[in-house]
């Protein structure tokens, strides 16, 4: 678990939305469309998704960065569609190149996609075109029709359905972010984009650059797959040439002498920003997992996929068969912690122990629970082994589920792992530090192959550097240019 952020794991908001069926004029298209939720109703349900949209992905740590995007998305909130909406913009701690909205005004960019940008006008672009699904309510829209997409969390938190209630800190409102938008929208969200970007003053062409940028990505399996900006987006091919076509007409029509690009202001702006995943949140190397701030570690079954996300940790294995969860209770004491997880998952419980791990109290627990198939009808049981940990004030707390019938095949993994659990006293393992965006000034004119050799950046990073500074390795860089490298 990267941010072990006790009040955000109390908040449980059960946000009621009485849906009313009315036909109201879109404020893009200005044409009439059935629309199951008012605009006051949006914006309290985008309001009662923001407190869990950062529970599950943490806020990034960097007030300038904060301001700057909020200020940028009232700015271009004022000019939108809707300009009496109040717009939230911030930027969320996850590695992923993303970006994303919810209704009511709510938009949120991940550090990866920042780190990935390289001026104002590539971001002014990606923003406005998150604003402008908000201000066409294209989500709201893709809700009333009922058109969520296939409940699963990012990065694959679940290992499979028969086990999916044991990860529901992270499901409860999360549907909107799985929106599967139509290629119209999309085509329209590119629309309103660039319209949004040019109305400040930026070079909108920009924007389609950072198309071309995600269709030469290839992101690995173990850096989040390919980014769901691209993802669940149109061909970005296409989106370049329509968005240089759009910009050029938007050039024309404001006849503006200059446009803002400002990429110097915006490098200098990311310098030091996190990249990839941030130990100091979790961490694993081989089979055991650290957590230098909160000062523990523990092993998990050899060949098994671990998750790390601000409200737990999945591990699974390949097969799905099985999964192990370990989060914070919110309860303060073994017993309350131990009495809420049977209750909460209506459990039967089979057997119940007190003991100490590694100098440490805990609880031990063995549990049924009858699962009934929402679609047959059919009844299964699942068994539920749990540790309950008592470290430092807080009450740890690891969950091994698994189908009865599996049962004798996990059970003496899920204890192995779980009564691993202990302090970590390593320095080596405490005082890692993350990957960092440095901007750096090229000294001599030359090949960005050749800036980056004077920064003895590692050659198996030239590429991937290359990519980010959405350069070739051939292109002539001038004495004094900016450029990203990675360093801690």
Known sequence: MKRLN???????????????????????????????????????????????????????????????????????????????????????????????????????????????????????????????????????????????????LIGGMIASEKFAQYAEYALQGMQLLFLKFSRDDEREADRLGVEYSS??????????DFFKVLQKMTLS????GIPTFLSTHPDPGDRYNAVNQLATEWQTNLKNTTWKVNQDPYLQLINGIVYGEDPRQGYAEGNIFYHPELKFKYSFPTGWKLENSPLQVTMTPSDGKALELFTLARQKTLESAADST??????????????????????????????????????????????????????????????????????????SSMASFSKLTDPSK??????????KQVQRTGTLADAFRYYNVPQAQYNELALMNDLELTDQVQSGKLIKIIGE
């Open 6 to 152: 006790i009040p955000a794991l109390v908040l449980s908001v059960c946000a009621v939305v009485l849906l009313v069926i009315s036909c109201v004029v879109n404020p893009v298209t200005g044409k009439k469309q059935i629309m199951l939720m008012s605009e006051a109703q949006e914006i309290e349900l985008g309001a009662s998704y923001d407190p869990q949209v950062i529970a599950t992905f943490g806020l990034y740590d960097n007030q300038s960065l904060q301001n700057f995007v909020q200020a940028k998305g009232t700015e271009i909130g004022k000019i939108s569609h809707r300009p009496n909406l109040e717009y939230h913009v911030k930027v969320v701690d996850s590695p992923v190149v993303n970006a994303f909205a919810v209704p009511g005004g709510y938009v949120y960019l991940t550090r990866g996609i920042l780190a990935q940008l390289n001026n104002e006008a590539e971001l002014a672009g990606v923003m406005g075109h998150e604003i402008g699904h908000v201000a066409a309510r294209h989500t709201v829209s893709q809700q009333s029709k009922q058109q969520l997409a296939q409940l699963l």
């Open 199 to 208: 109305k400040i003053g930026y070079d909108a062409h920009k924007m389609a």
């Open 221 to 224: 399996e173990s850096q989040g």
């Open 342 to 415: 049977i209750q909460q998952y209506g459990l039967t419980l089979q057997g119940s122990k007190r003991g100490t791990v590694n100098g440490m109290n805990a609880i031990i627990t063995q549990c049924k629970q009858t699962v009934q198939d929402q679609n047959t009808g059919a009844t299964s049981t699942n068994m539920v082994y749990s540790y309950f940990i008592s470290y430092n004030g807080l009450i740890y707390v690891f969950h091994g589920v698994t189908t009865e019938a599996d049962f004798n095949t996990y059970v003496s993994l899920f204890d």
């Open 430 to 439: 405490i005082n890692v530090k993350p990957k960092r965006i440095f901007v």
